[in-house]
């Protein structure tokens, strides 16, 4: 039946013929997947050189979440106001301005002597990946039209997700056996490439001239209101949950937070158009990426430390022990369009979800000597199959129904949420294993440090499931509203058809 309330959406909001899928056009979407590419290779690479750089930098385990923690603070922290460019100042002008400063900060980075050069190279390149992501999607969501053309481009664009993230995850085992800088080299050259492809393939794109200014204010207010609440999370552990120190910086987030919906409420030109909270379909995807990165993001944290700290594994045995979750989103979401357009978006969401607490809770059963094949490898197959039906849906459901000219912003709030759900979890999961793990040298008090930390990310992923039943209700009646109004545009359609036919009569 929702096959129906899928040509419902195609019939009223896409013009009656489809794309040509051309050479060109091919080649457009082909560029802009390579920054979700980039995204998925950096992310993996990085996660598998993570125990190489704390023994060689001499990093404790608070500092060392924050190589992954400053590039997603800055990552998410400014997508809005990334979103907020591409719709200003062109698409097209964005996307390549941020992803040359991307390539070259990438390779900067793997020059940094010391823990607080690294965090800042990263955080400075999550800014640019802020830029880039936004203009991405919401330039693929504009060349292809809500329905069946933008759900084919969508999973191509989730498949090529998950190819950066499966070739991150051989070339960092890899190059981290050679030495861990390369894993921050590699992303540079790529980035150019890409960007030589870019120039020549995606289409210019006007700039709006009428939409108004930029809300640095805001951008800056929420930056800063997520840092300070990373780290009052991050660290209580040493300071105490009820010490000055941590009160005070949760305090403050607070206030930041609370001044940013203050300024998008007053000033002329808000960097989020907080009305646009209002779709039912945005807010639940949001909320519902947050819990899926959030919890993917800590649960690699954690599993790369299980299995290189405590079974001892090198860093490219870990990276083929993840391989499988890769591997089944190459190959099963590029017919997530297909299945959306067959069962809908809600149900691809709350099934995903279920894959994911299932996995999550299967490997609260490892141990000092656990088997792959038996405790590793169930969790990773459910999480590949999870992310293959949830990340796609989720990203359809964030962009359906929004204007073009609110496509950047939409955009940047999916990103946004994925990444702070991202720096909060991973944040919560540290500390969790930062309090269990003082003193602790032995393999059995190591893992019980680490299994508190991973019922918080099953947790999380069990609020995930709950927001996707919550899609579920109010279903049917969504869907009759949907084919009435089918109904009725196909009358007036027909109509029209008639009395255009009448004069040649």
């Not at 861990?180 to 020549?200: D, E, Q």
């Not at 999961?429 to 393999?443: K, L, R």
């Amino acid at each position: 039946m929702h096959a129906k309330l899928s040509l419902v959406t195609h019939t009223t909001q896409v013009p009656p013929t489809r794309l040509t899928w051309d050479a060109r056009l091919w080649g457009a979407l082909l560029v802009v997947c390579g920054v979700i590419f980039l995204d998925g290779l950096d992310v993996s690479m990085v996660g598998m050189s993570l125990p190489s750089i704390g023994a060689d930098l001499g990093v404790s385990l608070s500092s060392l979440q924050w190589v992954v923690t400053g590039y997603v603070l800055g990552y998410g922290g400014f997508l809005l106001l990334g979103g907020r460019a591409a719709d200003l100042l062109g698409r097209r002008r964005v996307f390549l301005a941020a992803l040359a400063v991307f390539a070259v900060v990438s390779m900067l980075s793997s020059l940094a002597t010391n823990p607080e050069l690294l965090i800042a190279a990263r955080f400075v390149k999550g800014i640019a990946a802020a830029f880039t992501a936004p203009a991405a999607l919401s330039i693929l969501t504009t060349t292809f039209h809500e329905g069946p053309d933008r759900n084919r481009a969508l999973s191509i664009f989730t498949t090529c997700a998950a190819s950066g993230f499966s070739l991150g995850l051989i070339l960092g085992g890899a190059l981290t056996e050679v030495g861990w800088r390369w894993t921050f080299l590699m992303p540079g050259p790529v980035a150019l490439i890409v960007l030589l492809f870019a120039i020549k393939l995606i289409p210019s794109s006007p700039r709006d001239e009428t939409a108004g200014g930029y809300d640095v204010p805001g951008a800056v207010t929420v930056t800063a209101g997520m840092l300070s609440l990373v780290f009052a999370v991050v660290g209580a552990e040493g300071a105490g949950w009820v010490s000055f120190r941590t009160i005070g910086l949760f305090v403050l987030s607070a206030a930041l937070l609370s001044a940013f919906v203050w300024i998008e409420t007053h000033t002329k030109h808000p960097l989020v158009r907080l009305g646009i909270l209002r779709k039912t379909n945005l807010r639940l995807a949001n909320l519902g990426i947050m819990t899926v990165f959030g919890a993917y993001v800590s649960f690699q944290f954690i599993g790369t430390l299980y299995l290189q700290n405590l079974l001892g594994w090198s860093s490219f045995e870990t990276s083929l022990g993840f391989l499988p979750a890769g591997l089944l989103v190459v190959l099963l979401s590029p017919n997530a369009g297909k299945i959306a357009d067959r069962i809908g978006t809600e149900r691809m969401v709350a099934a995903g979800m279920v894959f994911f607490v299932v996995g999550y809770a299967l490997f609260l059963r490892i141990g000092e000597q656990s088997n792959y094949l038996a405790t590793v490898l169930p969790t990773i197959v459910l999480i590949g199959l999870g992310f293959a039906i949830t990340f796609p849906a989720l990203n359809m459901q964030a962009t359906n129904g929004v204007d073009d000219n609110e496509q950047g912003l939409a955009s940047g709030l999916f990103n946004t949420s994925s990444q702070v759900g991202g720096a909060i979890v991973l944040a919560i999961t540290t500390a969790v294993i930062g309090s269990q793990s003082h003193g602790v040298t032995t393999p059995s008090g190591v893992l019980g440090a680490y299994k508190p930390a991973l019922v918080v990310v099953t947790g999380i992923t069990v609020l995930g499931l709950l927001l996707g039943l919550m899609g579920l209700r109010g279903l049917k009646g969504r869907r009759a509203l949907a084919e009435a109004e089918a109904a009725e545009l196909d009358a007036v359609q027909a109509e029209l058809a008639e009395e255009e036919m009448s004069p040649a009569a």
